[in-house]
């Protein structure tokens, strides 16, 4: 299940060009981070593969067919959709939020419910807050919820959007790598948008660095981008420019340490 869009581009009604003629594949069961300012058509890129928005020009493809040939609310639920607000309904229980789609999918309320319980452990989430409602739960808690329910439909492509941008640092690195370990299980397509760069470089297999304007300016696994940034934009965007990522050798009398751009200790070296 590969996604990939053909020399896409977005103009809305308005006149404002979000994405300009965007191609780039997401080979199946990895992961490509779309990174950027705000406004750098993130969003509308990854709304184009469930047809939230269409493009006005290009193609995008899943499988190699055009999404704007499949039905669009079939295509919703085979998609799943992880928001930066987990996008819980709130008068809805838990279990319910997660089993919400498989149940308009046909699946019978008990079964669905039961491999809503399944999922919550999966994302690491205690079964005992299945009945809560969303408010009820803390922040990182609820964007683990927002992954159960992306991924009760099991569905191969995953598309999150900056879903962890709303949780405190420490939560966050916890959520991440909770999301890393996910995926060397259940190996999806994910398409995964933020705005933080130590994010992108963590969970890319592939990282594709957008301009405002919705332009690519360079996309590549993080030790590329890193070892050869295209050009000052990306250079400064990922931060190395200023030395700010570059780690050196200082010999001392005990042995080899690394140091980083400001002299500091990050680690010693082995082998
Ligand atoms: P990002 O997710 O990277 O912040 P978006 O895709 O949300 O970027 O937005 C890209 C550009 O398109 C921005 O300039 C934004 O203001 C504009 N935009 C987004 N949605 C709409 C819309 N529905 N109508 C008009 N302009 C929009
Ligand atoms: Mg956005």
Redesign the pocket.
């Known amino acids: 299940m590969g996604i990939e869009f053909r020399h896409v581009r977005k103009e809305?009604?308005?006149g404002?060009v979000?994405v300009d003629d965007v191609s780039l594949v997401v080979p199946s069961h990895r992961t490509v981070v779309l990174l950027?300012?705000?406004?750098?058509?993130?969003?509308?890129?990854l709304r184009m593969v469930n047809r939230m928005v269409d493009p006005s020009a290009g193609a995008v493809l899943i499988d190699d067919e055009d999404v704007l040939r499949k039905d669009p609310v079939a295509l919703r639920r085979g998609v799943g959709y992880v928001m930066q607000q987990a996008g819980l309904l709130p008068h809805v229980r838990v279990i319910d939020n997660v089993a919400t789609v498989p149940v308009l999918n046909g699946v019978p309320r008990r079964a669905a419910r039961e491999h809503a319980l399944e999922l919550m452990t999966t994302v690491g989430l205690d079964a005992k807050l299945a009945y809560r409602y969303p408010g009820q739960l803390s922040g990182g808690q609820q964007q683990r919820v927002g992954v159960a329910r992306a991924l009760a439909a099991d569905p191969n492509i995953l598309l999150m959007d900056e879903p962890f941008g709303a949780v405190d640092p420490i939560v966050r690195r916890e959520l991440q790598h909770e999301l890393l370990r996910l995926q060397s299980e259940l190996g999806k397509t994910i398409l995964f948008?933020t705005h933080d760069v130590d994010e992108a470089f963590l969970l890319g297999d592939e990282v594709v660095i957008?301009a405002t304007g919705?332009r690519i300016v360079q996309q590549g696994a993080p030790a590329e981008i890193l070892a050869s940034p295209a050009d000052d934009f990306v250079a400064d965007f990922v931060g190395v420019a200023g030395g700010r990522r570059e780690l050196s050798l200082r010999q001392t009398p005990d042995g080899t340490v690394v140091v980083d751009g400001s002299g500091r200790v990050q680690g010693v070296l082995r082998g």
Request: zero cysteines.
């Open positions: 809305y009604p308005d404002t979000a950027g300012s705000s406004g750098s058509g993130k969003t509308t890129l948008v957008l919705g």
